[in-house]
């Protein structure tokens, strides 16, 4: 164990040495354990946005998160004023860090952030855009946010030298009004938690904890545990786990040859509906040499998108097992709803059987009624999963809604997921993050 911990510990201090081109990590004297950003939910886009503060002057930046997007990108062309903004030039410690295969040479305009001579490219990429991805140069600066003990939060602190790519006006296509890039926490060393890690010294590791309300906040934890929610529930305490798996293929929007996917995946064996083996093809569950199939987690889609064969699988089990209750006609796009008078009440929402994601050893994750359902109208509830066509890139896609008021945490190091269930069942939520009170 000594031996383990000091490999991963000559690990971290030479990949930091390796990211930074100056000696000086972070701006700041305190080392924190952890830090902490608010997370909230469009109510118009259902996307899970929060806010950074960047540059010199600092400014708050608000940011879609692409729980897979391989780094930070914002918006340069409508106009970026920075007087830290420093631009990574080709051949630089920080373009391979970035795995930059692109340079500019030239740039056909006076120098600005996203366009200097002599600088490497690396492409900001919006998977709910028409245009996915473009062109985009890669800078870094300042970044400044609050720490925390896991309870509340600390001092903030910030590091002078975060990656980010400079993204064009129109990427910030269908993203939610006043946002200006999106935070990318993929497996990349330029995704942010990586990048925060090795900034202020603590293990590549983060968690998530969405809000199912658009009213109030979740939480991204950036480091070390505890995850503490009012009142007083440490919710690292009980979380099972399974191995993340690595994508071989990229399935980002544009990529070169060779890039494996930034995204996270997990092995999921079978699927249960109310704790009996739904049968479908489990071939899909596997990702094949073209880098289809799978399973994967992402917070850009509302709902768990499934392959149709699944889909229709899963949808026919759950309407057999609630056999009792009747339908209601289907609101699009989900396919089997009913009205909510005739279903009961429990802690975790809506009284339906539980769906079961059967991963390895034993393990499993149950989703209950308040991430299997959604409310559509006054009386109507649907189940939330949608039907994501023959041979999808992914076969299962788990989206926001299945993952509200459950903690996820994702440990890079050790290539692990962590994950909670409802935390509904522990009488708190992840609205429940005390942002008030400082430590």
Excluded at 261 to 282: A, L, M, R
């Amino acid at each position: 164990m000594a031996s383990s911990s000091f490999q991963c510990l000559i690990l971290l201090c030479s990949l930091a040495f390796f990211f930074f081109a100056t000696p000086s990590l972070a701006k700041t004297s305190f080392k924190p354990k952890a830090l902490v950003l608010p997370v909230t939910k469009d109510p118009s886009t259902l996307q899970y946005l929060t806010t950074i503060n960047q540059r010199t002057p600092l400014l708050p930046v608000k940011l879609t998160i692409d729980l897979g997007g391989q780094s930070l990108w914002v918006d340069c062309e409508g106009g970026y004023v920075s007087s830290t903004y420093k631009p990574a030039h080709c051949g630089s410690s920080q373009c391979k860090l970035a795995g930059s295969k692109a340079c500019t040479t030239e740039c056909y305009s006076s120098p600005k952030p996203g366009c200097y001579n002599n600088t490497c490219n690396i492409s900001p990429d919006n998977p709910l855009a028409t245009t996915l991805t473009g062109d985009g140069q890669l800078g870094q600066d300042v970044v400044s946010l609050q720490s925390t003990d896991g309870s509340n939060p600390g001092p903030v602190v910030s590091t002078p030298n975060i990656l980010f790519s400079c993204g064009d006006t129109s990427l910030l296509a269908n993203l939610s009004a006043g946002v200006k890039g999106m935070a990318g926490l993929g497996r990349p060393k330029v995704g942010l938690p990586s990048q925060f890690a090795y900034a202020f010294s603590f293990n590549r590791k983060f968690a998530i904890c969405l809000t199912s309300s658009t009213k109030s906040q979740g939480v991204i934890f950036f480091g070390e545990s505890p995850y503490v929610f009012l009142p007083g529930v440490d919710v690292s305490k009980s979380l099972m786990f399974t191995k993340l798996i690595l994508n071989p293929v990229s399935t980002a929007g544009g990529y070169f040859a060779g890039d494996a996917s930034s995204e996270y995946f997990i092995g999921v064996k079978s699927i249960k509906v109310n704790e009996k083996v739904v049968p479908f093809n489990t071939t899909l569950l596997a990702i094949d040499q073209e880098g289809y199939g799978g399973t994967r987690i992402s917070t850009l889609k509302p709902y768990t998108v499934l392959e149709t064969s699944i889909y229709k699988a899963v949808v026919n089990a759950f309407v057999k097992s609630l056999a009792h209750i009747p339908r209601v006609k289907s609101v699009a796009p989900f396919g089997a709803c009913y009205n909510s008078k005739r279903i009961g009440s429990t802690r975790v929402g809506p009284s339906v059987p539980a769906i079961d994601l059967v991963l390895s050893k034993g393990v499993y994750w149950r989703v209950f009624g308040a991430n299997s359902m959604v409310q559509v109208g006054k009386d109507v509830l649907c189940l939330a999963f949608v039907d994501g066509g023959v041979r999808p890139r992914t076969s299962i896609v788990i989206g926001g809604h299945q993952i509200e008021d459950n903690l996820l945490q994702f440990d890079l190091a050790n290539k692990r997921l962590g994950f909670s269930s409802s935390l509904l069942f522990r009488q708190t939520n992840c609205a429940n993050f005390n942002f008030t009170s400082t430590s």
